[in-house]
C-alpha cells in the first residue's frame, strides 16, 4: 500500500504544515487486524515505563504501540461546533494514549493482532510500570487546597471553569436579597430553605458498543467507520490528533444503535486511526466493551447543589441561590458547557421577585470524564430546583402545584443572558394536564395525613429546554436533493439518524414540502464526510429545528425548479415536446390548464399556476391534475435541447431559539421497612410545538422516562475514593430498570405551533429524560414527609431516612 513508510505532513486546524508526522509500518496489507486498549490500573499517576516482552510473545500479535509512541497532539473530543474564536474553543487536553494517568482506565497502550482473542490476551500481558499519586476523585478533594492540579499545563488548579450568573440585577447577591425580603415583607412573613442535593454519575448504556474500522483507503485518505452522533466533528478533532489535513480524513457513520449524547464526543476513532497507519493502513477493527465503555468513554455528571430559597408565608418566591458544583472526571470533554447550563435552566424556571444568584464549578478529578447526556446538565438542574421548590412549598404549607403555577415562568419569558425567548407558551396548560390526569387535588391532600408502613404519595416537577445551542454555539445544516429520472426523490443530509427516528421525520417534511410521496422519498441514513453535507450532528434536540428548517428551505427550491421546468414543458420554450414519449400528456395537460384558468392561445403559464400533489402537478388548487412529477423529471434529465439535473443544496444557518416545557406527575406506593417505591401511575405531559410524528414522539418520551425512573430510584456509578476504581462497570452490577420496574408510560402533547420552527416544531428528543426523578423525590415527601436529598434513591438510603425519621 502507498502509504507504507510515507511521512504525513503535520498540520493545524487551518491546515498551516507545522512539520512532519511519520507513521510507517512493513507490513503489506492483508485482512483485518483487530485493536484493544490497554487501560491504566492506578487513578493517579505516571507512566515510567512498559515490559512488553510476555505480551509481543503471544501468537498473531501484529503491533502494540504505548504512550511514548504516539504524536504529541493535544486535541479536544466534545462535541462543539468549531470556533474561530479562542476563548469558545474546547480544551485540549485529550492525546492518542496518556503517559500522565488521570483516572483508573486511562488509556496507555493498545494492541494490534490478527484475532481478538490474541489482542485481548496480549492486552492483559501488557504491564506498566507507574509514578503514583494519591486519587482525587471527589471534588472536594479536588478543590483542596492542597491538592496536585490534573493539568497543570492547562490549569493552576483543578477548576475548569467557575461561572457566576445572576437574574434581576446584575449585582444581586442572596445575602442582599434576604435583607430586602426582611425589609420589604418582615422577617416573621419569610421563610428561608437551606438545602444541600446530590446527583449520581450516570452511564448512557446505550444498547451499541462504540466500534469503529480504521484504514488507509488508495488514495491515501484515513477513513474511520464509526457508531457516532457527530461525524463531521468526529473528523475534525480525528485530523487535530493525527495532525494531518482535515480533507485527509474520511468518517462513515452508518445506521447505529444509540448514544444518548456518548457519541457526542470523539471517543477512540483518532486511536483507531492511529492503528491503522502504524500498520501500513491495514483495517484495523477496534470495538471497547462494556466494562471499557462505562469506565472509559463518558459518563453523565455528578452535580452537588446548595440551593437555598427566599418565600413568603403566601407563596411568593423571593430570591433563590444555587452554588453547583459539577464533577468533570479526568478530562475536559465538554469542559463546563454543561455546568454552566444547569446552572442557567435553574434561574430560568421561576420568577425570583428579587432576584437569584448562580455560581457553578466545574472540577478535573481522577474519575471517569464526564461529557453530554440526554438532557445536558438539565436533569441536574431540575432535581436541584424541583427538589427545592417542593422544599419551600413544604415549608409553608403550600399545594406545591398551585405553587408552581403562581410561581412559574410565564409565556413570552425571555432569557436576559442570552435572548432565549419563550416564542409558544404551554406550560401551565400542561401542568393542569397533568394535574387532571393524576387526580391531584384530592390525592395531594389525602396523602399528606397517612400512617402505616406502607403509603401512597403524589409528586410533579416540571421543566423547561432549549432547543438547539444558538446563540451559545454556531447552529449550521445542510441539505441536499435530487430528483431522480423517475420522478423519486434523493434526501441526502448530514443530520444523523441514531435510533430517534430523525430520518422518518426529515422524509415527513420532505415530503410535505415538495409535495412528492413519502414512499419515492429515499433518504440515505449513511453519513459519509466525504460525500454529505455538513451537519454538526444530533445532539442538543436540534435536529428537527435546525435541520428541521434546512430540510424545509431545500425542499422549497426544488419543488420551486420542478415546477419552473413543468411550466417551460407547458409552454414547449425551448424544449421540444413534439417528438418525446410525453408530447401527448402535455398538449392535454396544456388544455386542461387552460380550461381551468382560463388561459388564451399564446398566453405563458408560468410556475406560480402549478403545484405539486401527490407526486402529481396540478393547478394550484388542486385540480385538474396536468402529469405525473415523473415527466417532468425524464423530460428534464434527457431532454435533447434543454437537459438539466433538478437538484437542490441549502445551508441553513439558524439564529434563533425557542423554549421546550412541560411535567411530571407520579403517583407512588412506598413501602417504608423494604425502601421498596412502586410507580403506580405517571405522565408526562410535553410543550413542544407540533409534534411531526406523534408516534415516534410518544416513543421518544417513553425512552425517557424510562430513563428518569433509573436516575431516580436505581442509578449510580460508584467509583471508590481510595483507589479510584470504578465498582460496577457491568450491567449485573449497574442497576438500569427492566421491563419489570417499567410501569405504564402515558403521554400527552400540548400542541401549539412555534413561529421558529420549521413546522411550528420545537425540541423533544431530550426534555422526556429531565422531570421523573425529582417528581418520584416530591412523591415520596408527600407519602411520608421526607425529603431526599440525593439521588438515586435506593432502598438503603430510604430505609436510613425513614430510621433517621423515626418512620421505622
Given amino acids: 500500500m502507498n502509504v507504507v513508510g510515507k511521512a504525513l505532513p503535520r498540520v493545524d486546524i487551518r491546515g498551516k504544515v507545522t512539520g512532519e508526522a511519520k507513521y510507517t509500518a512493513d507490513l503489506e496489507p492483508a485482512g483485518i487486524l483487530y485493536g484493544k486498549v490497554v487501560h491504566s490500573t492506578v487513578a493517579n499517576g505516571v507512566v515510567t ?5 510476555e505480551a509481543l510473545a503471544v501468537p498473531g500479535v501484529v503491533k502494540i504501540v504505548t504512550c511514548f509512541d504516539v504524536p504529541d497532539h493535544p486535541f479536544p473530543t466534545a462535541g462543539h461546533p468549531w470556533s474561530v474564536e479562542t476563548r469558545h474553543q474546547d480544551i485540549c487536553d485529550r492525546k492518542l494514549l496518556n503517559q500522565r494517568v488521570r483516572y483508573y482506565g486511562d488509556d496507555i497502550a493498545a494492541v494490534v493482532a490478527e484475532t481478538e482473542l490474541a489482542a485481548a490476551k496480549a492486552a492483559r500481558l501488557v504491564k506498566a510500570q507507574y509514578e503514583e499519586y494519591e486519587p482525587i476523585v471527589t471534588t472536594e478533594a479536588a478543590l483542596r487546597g492542597d491538592a496536585t492540579p490534573l493539568h497543570p499545563d492547562l490549569r493552576k488548579d ?3 471553569v467557575h461561572s457566576h450568573m445572576t437574574m434581576g440585577p446584575s449585582d444581586f447577591t442572596f ?8 425589609e420589604q415583607y418582615g422577617a416573621d412573613n419569610i421563610v428561608v430553605v437551606d438545602r444541600v442535593y446530590h446527583t449520581p454519575r450516570v452511564s448512557h448504556c446505550h444498547l451499541e458498543l462504540p466500534t469503529s474500522w480504521a484504514y488507509v483507503d488508495t488514495n491515501g485518505k484515513i477513513t474511520v467507520v464509526t457508531s457516532t452522533q457527530i ?25 447505529i444503535g444509540g448514544g444518548f449524547g456518548n457519541k457526542q464526543d470523539t471517543l477512540y476513532e483518532p486511536l483507531n486511526a492511529y492503528l491503522s497507519l502504524s500498520v501500513g493502513g491495514r483495517a484495523v477493527r477496534l470495538e471497547i466493551s462494556r466494562e471499557e465503555t462505562i469506565v472509559s468513554t463518558r459518563t453523565r455528571h455528578a452535580i452537588d447543589g446548595h440551593c437555598r430559597g427566599i418565600v413568603t ?4 418566591i423571593l430570591a433563590r441561590q444555587l452554588e453547583a458544583y459539577a464533577n468533570n472526571g479526568a478530562y475536559a470533554s465538554h469542559g463546563h458547557a454543561i455546568c454552566a447550563n444547569c446552572g442557567n435552566v435553574f434561574k430560568d424556571l421561576y420568577r425570583d421577585e428579587l432576584g437569584a444568584e448562580i455560581d457553578c464549578w466545574t472540577v478535573y478529578t481522577s474519575s471517569p470524564t464526564a461529557g453530554a447526556m440526554r438532557g445536558y446538565g438539565i436533569p441536574q438542574s431540575i432535581w436541584l430546583a424541583e427538589c427545592l421548590t417542593d422544599d ?21 419569558f425571555v432569557d436576559p443572558a442570552n435572548g432565549i425567548t419563550f416564542h409558544s407558551y404551554g406550560l401551565t396548560k400542561c401542568i393542569e394536564a397533568g394535574r387532571k390526569h393524576i387526580g391531584w387535588d384530592e390525592k395531594w391532600e389525602k396523602y399528606r395525613h397517612q400512617t402505616g408502613s406502607v403509603r401512597r404519595g403524589v409528586g410533579m416537577a416540571i421543566f423547561c429546554y432549549k432547543t438547539g445551542v444558538y446563540p451559545i454555539s454556531l447552529e449550521t445544516a445542510s441539505v441536499r436533493m435530487v430528483l431522480n429520472q423517475d420522478g423519486s426523490l434523493q434526501l441526502c443530509m448530514g443530520a444523523t439518524e441514531i435510533g430517534q427516528g430523525a430520518d422518518t421525520v426529515f422524509t415527513q417534511m420532505a415530503a410535505e414540502t415538495t409535495g412528492i410521496t413519502p414512499d419515492r422519498i429515499y433518504v440515505v441514513s449513511t453519513q459519509d464526510t466525504d460525500t454529505t453535507p455538513f451537519d454538526t450532528g444530533a445532539y442538543a434536540s436540534r435536529q428537527t429545528y435546525v435541520s428541521g428548517m434546512a430540510c424545509k428551505k431545500c425542499a422549497e427550491e426544488l419543488r420551486a425548479k420542478i415546477l419552473a421546468y413543468a411550466a417551460r414543458m407547458l409552454n414547449q420554450d425551448g424544449i421540444q415536446m413534439e417528438q418525446t414519449i410525453y408530447a401527448g400528456q402535455v398538449k392535454q395537460a396544456t388544455e386542461k390548464l387552460q380550461q381551468a384558468i382560463g388561459l388564451h392561445n399564446g398566453e405563458p403559464v408560468s410556475a406560480d399556476m402549478l403545484d405539486i400533489v401527490d407526486s402529481k402537478v396540478v393547478v394550484c388548487g388542486g385540480e385538474p391534475v396536468l402529469f405525473d412529477v415523473a415527466e417532468v423529471a425524464e423530460t428534464a434529465f434527457y ?21 421546550a416545557s412541560g411535567c411530571c406527575f407520579v403517583e407512588i406506593e412506598v413501602d417504608l421497612p423494604l425502601g421498596l417505591v412502586t410507580v403506580k401511575d405517571i405522565i408526562n405531559v410535553h410543550d413542544s410545538g407540533t409534534i411531526i410524528n406523534p408516534q415516534t414522539a410518544r416513543g421518544q418520551v417513553q425512552g425517557g422516562m424510562s430513563m428518569g425512573l433509573g436516575y431516580g430510584l436505581s442509578e449510580e456509578l460508584l467509583v471508590d475514593e481510595k483507589t479510584g476504581r470504578v465498582l460496577n462497570d457491568n450491567l449485573l452490577d449497574y442497576k438500569i430498570p427492566t421491563a419489570m420496574d417499567t410501569p405504564d408510560l402515558n403521554v400527552e402533547f400540548i400542541q401549539l405551533d412555534d413561529p421558529t420552527g420549521p413546522y411550528g416544531n420545537k425540541s423533544l428528543g431530550e426534555p422526556p429524560a429531565i422531570p421523573v426523578a425529582p417528581a418520584i423525590r416530591n412523591a415520596i415527601l408527600n407519602a411520608t414527609g ?3 436529598d440525593t439521588a438515586p434513591m435506593t432502598a438503603q438510603r430510604l430505609i436510613a431516612a425513614f430510621q433517621q425519621h423515626g418512620l421505622i
Fill in 49 to 53: 515505563g512498559f515490559d512488553l516482552e
Fill in 158 to 160: 483543578n477548576v475548569i
Fill in 175 to 182: 445575602e442582599e436579597g434576604r435583607k430586602q425580603a426582611e
Fill in 231 to 255: 461525524p463531521h466533528i468526529v473528523r475534525r478533532c480525528t485530523a487535530q490528533a493525527l495532525g494531518v489535513p482535515v480533507g485527509q480524513v474520511r468518517v462513515i457513520k452508518p445506521y
Fill in 313 to 316: 408565608k403566601d407563596g411568593r
Fill in 392 to 412: 419551600l412549598a413544604c415549608a409553608i404549607g403550600a399545594d406545591p402545584c398551585q405553587f408552581r403555577l403562581d410561581n412559574c415562568m410565564q409565556a413570552g
Fill in 639 to 659: 431532454s435533447l435541447d434543454d437537459s438539466r439535473h433538478l437538484t437542490a443544496e441549502v445551508t441553513n444557518q439558524c439564529k434563533d431559539n425557542s423554549f
Fill in 786 to 788: 421526607v425529603a431526599m
